[in-house]
T-cell receptor, first 112, second 114 residues
Framework: DAKTTQPPSMDCAEGRAANLPCNHS???????VYWYRQIHSQGPQYIIH???NNETNEMASLIITEDRKSSTLILPHATLRDTAVYYC?????????????FGRGTSLIVHP | ETGVTQTPRHLVMGMTNKKSLKCEQH?????MYWYKQSAKKPLELMFV???????ENNSVPSRFSPECPNSSHLFLHLHTLQPEDSALYLC?????????????FGNGTRLTVT
């Protein structure tokens, strides 16, 4: 099953781009990469997902390398409200059930 | 507003009490999940329901008993819990269990067992 590796913490200045990396070297060809974030005392919030192509929505951009072994979540203009734990996950195949399995994520602190 | 509502937001219970956590989703999804988040630990999957049928039980102790009467509602019945069961209990839903279906989480129930 595919697993992900993320740095435990990062920081970013307000107004600058936050680039959060994720390694998923054992990802299978049909597995999607998902990103969620969790602000303190709230449930995780879905951000974006992708398979092969780069994706963009109103929250973020997702850049997936050509070999699909890593990806980067980009918050183009980080704000203080983007301070959260960011999870990169690949849905794990449990014998036909594709279950999202969370790791420890990256704690992003956006400072003034 | 996430579309997934959990009640209560906070719950304190003794080890001999029986209580229930409730989750309701208004997204028309067919799959629902219970996760546990203990302090300093990753989210742990507990149960998965798909079209009201339980499809995953991640070796959860029997003092936790899920119930899914329909695709919109999910309960977690609690009895004779231990202090180490204190955690944030999160409910989530997804359109289905395919690879391209994101999860939508509620804001959780913060449970304290005394």
């Amino acid at each position: 099953d595919a697993k992900t590796t993320q740095p435990p913490s990062m920081d970013c200045a307000e107004g600058r781009a936050a680039n959060l990396p994720c390694n998923h070297s054992t990802i299978s060809g049909n597995e999607y990469v998902y990103w969620y974030r969790q602000i303190h005392s709230q449930g995780p919030q879905y951000i974006i997902h992708g398979l092969k192509n780069n994706e963009t929505n109103e929250m973020a951009s997702l850049i997936i390398t050509e070999d699909r072994k890593s990806s980067t979540l980009i918050l183009p203009h980080a704000t203080l409200r983007d301070t959260a734990v960011y999870y990169c996950i690949v849905r794990v195949d449990l014998g036909g059930s594709y279950i999202p399995t969370f790791g420890r994520g990256t704690s992003l602190i956006v400072h003034p | 507003e996430t579309g997934v509502t959990q009640t209560p937001r906070h719950l304190v219970m003794g080890m001999t009490n029986k209580k229930s956590l409730k989750c309701e989703q208004h997204l028309g999804h067919n799959a629902m999940y219970w996760y546990k988040q203990s302090a300093k630990k990753p989210l742990e999957l507990m149960f998965v329901y798909n079209f009201k049928e339980q499809t995953e039980n991640n070796s959860v102790p029997s003092r936790f008993s899920p119930e899914c009467p329909n695709s919109s509602h999910l309960f977690l019945h609690l009895h004779t819990l231990q202090p180490e069961d204190s955690a944030l209990y999160l409910c989530a839903s997804s359109q289905d269990r395919t690879l391209s279906s994101p999860l939508h989480f509620g804001n959780g129930t913060r449970l304290t067992v005394t």
